[in-house]
């Protein structure tokens, strides 16, 4: 069972660099988002998903840009990277509410991805 | 906007003990869901508990239960016969609007549980 997957773990890039983090989930989810964790601050939602070909902002967009091609898949984008965004990065997914099955609001997480920007 | 308080930075506790973790929430919506989510060492986020807003009984799950107050809008957790494995960061999260919009959880600031053998 591999549920939420999330590439690369780790990661250092240098102030303004590229790079596009990878989350790929096998539970036919319709929502995806990306949160990041930072120190006191608990999760923070960076953009989401409610379907394949689309996207919205969350609290703290800025600076990234995401993109769900395929229902599984959804990327996430540091165009230039700065150092305020070092933080560790949760991709998570959650199934859309179909009566009669009751939707939990639960959601499901990958194990994170540590991006250190110096 | 939705937010979510937990006021208790990090707490400790002896094992097999009893302890209370605290949240507050504010929100408009009187339809919503309340978790209590489990941050290990190990990073992976666990859900250890929900609870709906319409439902006036307690949660339960095992050693974990909540203590919600609609009114307060405050959503406690209580664990008991607290175990090593108990330590973890601790987040509140409250999610409302999901049929259409997604769920999209509003996270605390987190709770930094240890238990002391």
């Known amino acids: 069972n591999a549920g939420v997957t999330q590439t690369p773990k780790f990661r250092v890039l240098k102030t303004g660099q590229s790079m596009t983090l990878l989350c790929a989930q096998d539970?036919?989810?319709?929502?995806m988002y990306w949160y990041r964790q930072d120190p006191g601050m608990g999760l923070r939602l960076i953009h989401y998903?409610?379907?394949?070909?689309?996207?919205a902002k969350g609290e703290v967009p800025d600076g990234y840009n995401v993109s769900r091609l395929k229902k599984q898949n959804f990327l996430l984008g540091l165009e230039s990277a700065a150092p305020s965004q070092t933080s560790v990065y949760f991709c998570?997914?959650?199934?859309?509410?179909?009566?009669?099955?009751?939707?939990?609001?639960?959601?499901?997480f990958g194990e994170g991805s540590r991006l250190t920007v110096l | 906007a939705q937010t979510v308080t937990q006021s208790q930075p990090e707490m400790s506790v002896q094992e097999a003990e009893t302890v209370t973790l605290s949240c507050t929430y504010d929100t408009s919506e009187n339809n919503y869901y309340l978790f209590w989510y489990k941050q290990p060492p190990s990073r992976q986020m666990i859900l250890v508990i929900r609870?709906?807003?319409?439902?006036?009984q307690n949660a339960t799950e095992n050693r974990f239960s909540v203590n919600f107050q609609k009114a307060a809008k405050s959503f406690s957790l209580k664990i008991s016969d607290s175990q090593l494995g108990d330590t973890a960061m601790y987040f509140c999260?409250?999610?409302?609007?999901?049929?259409?919009?997604?769920?999209?959880?509003?996270f605390g600031e987190g709770t930094q549980l240890t238990v002391n053998p």
């Open positions: 998903s409610v379907g394949e070909g689309t996207t």
């Open positions: 609870q709906e807003a319409y439902k006036q």
């Open positions: 539970m036919n989810h319709e929502y």
């Open positions: 999260a409250f999610t409302a609007g999901w049929e259409t919009s997604g769920s999209r959880l509003t």
């Open positions: 998570a997914s959650s199934q859309r509410p179909r009566a009669p099955v009751a939707n939990t609001g639960e959601l499901f």
